[in-house]
């Protein structure tokens, strides 16, 4: 099925249209998701969010880019506003701040093979998700669209609507403080 067939599907609320949609998009949507929230569940919410949106809102889509780059799109969007929420909430207490409602550390990775980790073990996995999280809110997106999704620097510039220098500038950025947090946690 090719794009402009899927969309006129997905306006048509064709069932067969949507479901292939899901199938070929949900990993990428979650591994987005993940990348940036660092909770499966939260990414799977994130993700189902993704394409009931898609889904009630396709005949906003103008084609301007590719369905995927407004797909990643949201799901970046969705993924901060959650993080945004969660920020909101651990005002009111500080041991919130440092663990979650059933007293779990905040960024524990779970069990989950994310295909942008090239890592050998879980621990390493763990201490670059959790330098990840300590990035700006830019600079984490435009890492995790690039370095985990595997997006060219055009397509993050698409999916954060801004130009090819600043994703080139955060991309930069987010290398030399990665840098700066991982070589502070081994000291």
Do not use: C
């Amino acid at each position: 099925m090719t794009e402009l067939e899927l969309i006129e599907g997905l306006r048509n609320g064709d069932e067969n249209a949507f479901r292939f949609l899901v199938t070929t998009y949900q990993d990428r949507i979650f591994n987005t998701a993940i990348g940036i929230v660092q909770n499966a569940e939260d990414a799977e919410d994130v993700a189902q969010e993704v394409f009931i949106q898609v889904y009630k809102s396709i005949d906003s889509f103008k084609g301007e880019s590719k369905l995927s780059t407004w797909m990643y799109r949201i799901a970046t969007t969705r993924s901060l506003d959650l993080l945004r929420s969660r920020k909101s909430k651990k005002r009111f207490g500080f041991m919130q701040r440092l663990f979650g409602d059933n007293n779990e550390p905040m960024y524990e990775i779970p069990d989950f093979n994310h295909p942008g980790v090239a890592m050998d073990r879980k621990e390493n996995a763990a201490k670059l998700f959790k330098a990840i999280a300590k990035l700006p809110e830019n600079q984490k997106v435009a890492f995790t669209l690039h370095k985990l999704e595997d997006l060219s620097y055009q397509e993050v510039s698409e999916t954060m609507n801004t130009s090819l220098a600043a994703v080139e500038s955060l991309m930069h950025r987010a290398k030399l403080n990665l840098r700066k947090i991982l070589e502070k946690d081994v000291s």
